[in-house]
């Protein structure tokens, strides 16, 4: 019986010290500050090149699929890329279809230029399935979106953007931040003005694509007619 009575106050004890681990990581989630941080700028620009608005705000998008990925990286070799061995830690990922595919799976042969992308976001031009992405939705953000909800497509016709390059900048800062930015600039030639409600960046992933970020603007973002929207995703990392 004494025996009974410890095991139950040593489980009693284990419950109030994981819980008291859970509050202190939680009021650390919480911080204000945090090591890794993520913005947003939006700058637009009429024909000739001047500044009609300019922004810039905190985003708090980053996704599910953004842990998966970066997570599932850590964990180990890329499938086939260093070893040619098995990969046995794998995640199930949301492709923007809606689809899933398991990750990392990267399995290739012949000459290492044709590996496939792990986590790429340097979409050409005109390439609307990836990069920095504009739509119309306003449904609200969970970590579970796995698309836009309403894309404003690459072209010239009614409610298309033409889509410029999106770059993927070399990492810079201060003594205390590396910063790095993700851009892209949206033409309007649709001959209308076209509003952006939600932005996001999708990333080419092993052949699938990949949305890891998205925000619903607080302000919707109008681009007049001729006019551009540039987008740039700030990540900053702070020791």
Avoid at 4 to 28: L, N, P, T
Avoid at 41 to 62: A, F, M, Q, T, W
């Amino acid at each position: 019986m004494p025996v009974q009575i410890i095991r139950g106050v040593e489980r009693r004890r284990d419950k109030e010290v994981a819980q008291s681990i859970s509050h202190d990581v939680q009021k650390i989630m919480n911080a204000e500050e945090a090591n890794l941080s993520l913005f947003y700028e939006l700058e637009v620009r009429d024909k000739e090149g001047r500044i009609i608005s300019s922004r810039r705000e905190k985003s708090r998008s980053l996704l599910r699929n953004f842990a998966l990925l970066v997570r599932t990286l850590l964990a180990g070799n890329i499938a086939g890329v260093i070893t040619g061995s098995n990969f046995d830690v794998k995640v199930s990922v949301t492709k923007r279809d809606g689809s899933t595919f398991s990750f990392p799976s990267l399995m290739y042969s012949g000459e290492a230029e044709n590996a496939p992308a792990a986590m790429e976001a340097a979409a050409m031009e005109r390439n609307d399935n990836y990069g920095v992405i504009v739509g119309a939705g306003t449904a609200a953000v969970t970590k579970h979106d796995y698309d836009l909800a309403s894309q404003y497509k690459d072209g010239i016709e009614a409610n298309q953007l033409l889509h410029g390059k999106t770059t993927v900048e070399d990492v810079d800062g201060t003594e205390a931040e590396s910063v790095w930015r993700v851009i892209r600039t949206f033409t309007n030639e649709s001959g209308a003005t076209i509003t952006v409600r939600e932005i996001g960046l999708a990333v080419l992933c092993q052949g699938n694509y990949v949305l890891i970020a998205r925000d619903v603007l607080s302000t919707p973002e109008d681009i007049p007619d001729a006019a551009s929207l540039t987008v740039r995703y700030v990540f900053k990392v702070t020791a």
